[in-house]
């Protein structure tokens, strides 16, 4: 059993930031963040309130810079964010106008153009991510294949597999640059992407060699609203997880709706997400899990409910991952009955001498 620890609370930025201080600067966050608790930030790289990409990428002096601010209110970098880059690396074309606003006007409207915008976003968080010292980075995969997940008109033979293989072709020169900064992408497992449950992301893994580089933020939400065994899912790949998003939902399905929604808003669905501990999700087995299979990376809270306020949901969640971290021991609880024998005395016991 390895003997790591789960780092938290951190909470991630992107539904907080906003134009009103202490919402519109990094500075400003960072001390709401820490006086409510937390430890560790997770920045959306794309919102330029908070954090120039770019300027990361190329300028260790800035990088210096932004650890120093954190570090006045006691907080490191959790990780780096590019889910809205990384869902520009593969656009279905029924998504084109839907996804457009994730990137600038230059490239809007331009799929090929925005695609280049997107790899060169992810490639500048490769190495903004090594200038920060870390070690993980959280995105999206983008999808291909999503409008296509239930097999209604029946799906032609090899449309996914050609989907799969576009995917893996699209990510793999970004996996090796990744690679090459010493930094994992971990992939949300989200519907609305191509890996959004264990199966898909095993086919998009075996496409890409079984790439190191190639892990998974975890996010037991998701499988609330999927039906999917979220704690089977830690044993099966906990190799690979390599980021954590601590959020709740709750799936209550009626006479009237189920997994699909009914197009229904979030308030109104029978699968929502809810702030933590308000919802089903159960969070002990989870780190009781992590903490077993060595996990030391950040358990970070990600606000989304349909009810509660932000507030109060950002200043619960820190006093509830906190609360759920466990100290990972480094002694047998029945150390105190040990009877000190030796190989010999153990052979002697079972009869070998």
Same mark, same amino acid.
């Given at each position: 059993?390895?003997?790591?620890?789960?780092?938290?609370?951190?909470?991630?930025?992107?539904? =907080?930031?906003?134009?009103?201080?202490?919402?519109?600067?990094?500075?400003? $966050?960072?001390?709401?963040?820490?006086?409510?608790?937390?430890?560790?930030?997770?920045?959306?790289?794309?919102?330029? @309130?908070?954090?120039?990409?770019?300027?990361?990428?190329?300028?260790?002096?800035?990088?210096?810079?932004?650890?120093?601010? %954190?570090?006045?209110?006691?907080?490191?970098?959790?990780?780096?964010?590019?889910?809205?880059?990384?869902?520009?690396?593969?656009?279905?074309?029924?998504?084109?106008?839907?996804?457009?606003?994730?990137?600038?006007?230059?490239?809007?409207?331009?799929?090929?153009?925005? #695609?280049?915008?997107?790899?060169?976003?992810? %490639?500048?968080?490769?190495?903004?991510?090594?200038?920060?010292?870390?070690?993980?980075?959280?995105?999206?995969?983008?999808?291909?294949?999503?409008?296509?997940?239930?097999?209604?008109?029946?799906?032609?033979?090899?449309?996914?597999?050609?989907? =799969?293989?576009?995917?893996?072709?699209?990510?793999?020169?970004?996996?090796?640059?990744?690679?090459?900064?010493?930094?994992?992408?971990?992939?949300?497992?989200?519907?609305?992407?191509?890996?959004?449950?264990?199966?898909?992301?095993? $086919?998009?893994?075996? @496409?890409?060699?079984?790439?190191?580089?190639?892990?998974?933020?975890?996010?037991?939400?998701?499988?609330?609203?999927? #039906?999917?065994?979220?704690?089977?899912?830690?044993?099966?790949?906990?190799?690979?997880?390599?980021?954590?998003?601590?959020?709740?939902?709750?799936?209550?399905?009626?006479?009237?709706?189920?997994?699909?929604?009914?197009?229904?808003?979030?308030?109104?669905?029978?699968?929502?997400?809810?702030?933590?501990?308000?919802?089903?999700?159960?969070?002990?087995?989870?780190?009781?899990?992590?903490?077993?299979?060595?996990?030391?990376?950040?358990?970070?809270?990600?606000?989304?409910?349909?009810?509660?306020?932000?507030?109060?949901?950002?200043?619960?969640?820190?006093?509830?991952?906190?609360?759920?971290?466990?100290?990972?021991?480094?002694?047998?609880?029945?150390?105190?009955?040990?009877?000190?024998?030796?190989?010999?005395?153990?052979?002697? $016991?079972?009869?070998?001498?």
């Amino acid at each position: 059993m390895s003997k790591g620890m789960v780092k938290g609370p951190g909470i991630f930025l992107a539904q =907080f930031a906003g134009d009103e201080a202490p919402f519109n600067t990094l500075a400003g $966050m960072a001390e709401w963040a820490a006086d409510l608790g937390y430890t560790g930030i997770q920045i959306p790289s794309w919102d330029g @309130r908070l954090f120039d990409l770019a300027k990361a990428a190329e300028s260790q002096t800035y990088c210096d810079e932004i650890k120093g601010t %954190l570090a006045e209110f006691d907080l490191e970098v959790t990780e780096l964010s590019t889910h809205l880059q990384g869902q520009l690396i593969a656009v279905h074309p029924a998504y084109d106008a839907a996804f457009d606003g994730f990137a600038p006007e230059s490239v809007r409207g331009k799929p090929a153009a925005r #695609q280049e915008w997107a790899v060169n976003q992810l %490639l500048y968080a490769a190495r903004a991510s090594e200038r920060l010292g870390l070690k993980a980075h959280a995105s999206f995969s983008g999808a291909l294949a999503w409008p296509y997940v239930y097999p209604w008109p029946q799906r032609p033979a090899g449309l996914i597999e050609t989907a =799969f293989d576009e995917l893996a072709k699209r990510w793999l020169p970004i996996l090796n640059a990744f690679d090459s900064h010493g930094v994992d992408v971990c992939y949300e497992i989200h519907p609305g992407e191509d890996l959004h449950d264990g199966i898909s992301y095993e $086919m998009f893994l075996e @496409r890409v060699g079984n790439h190191p580089r190639a892990r998974i933020l975890y996010d037991p939400s998701h499988f609330v609203l999927q #039906q999917l065994d979220y704690l089977a899912f830690i044993d099966i790949y906990h190799q690979r997880i390599g980021a954590f998003h601590a959020k709740d939902a709750e799936f209550n399905p009626t006479g009237k709706q189920g997994v699909y929604g009914g197009f229904q808003s979030w308030t109104d669905r029978a699968g929502r997400f809810r702030s933590l501990g308000d919802g089903q999700v159960q969070f002990a087995p989870i780190f009781s899990k992590l903490a077993q299979y060595g996990y030391d990376g950040w358990a970070v809270l990600e606000w989304e409910c349909c009810l509660k306020s932000p507030e109060a949901g950002a200043r619960e969640g820190a006093e509830f991952i906190a609360a759920h971290i466990i100290p990972v021991t480094d002694k047998a609880f029945d150390d105190f009955a040990a009877s000190g024998t030796d190989e010999a005395a153990n052979r002697r $016991m079972l009869g070998l001498t």
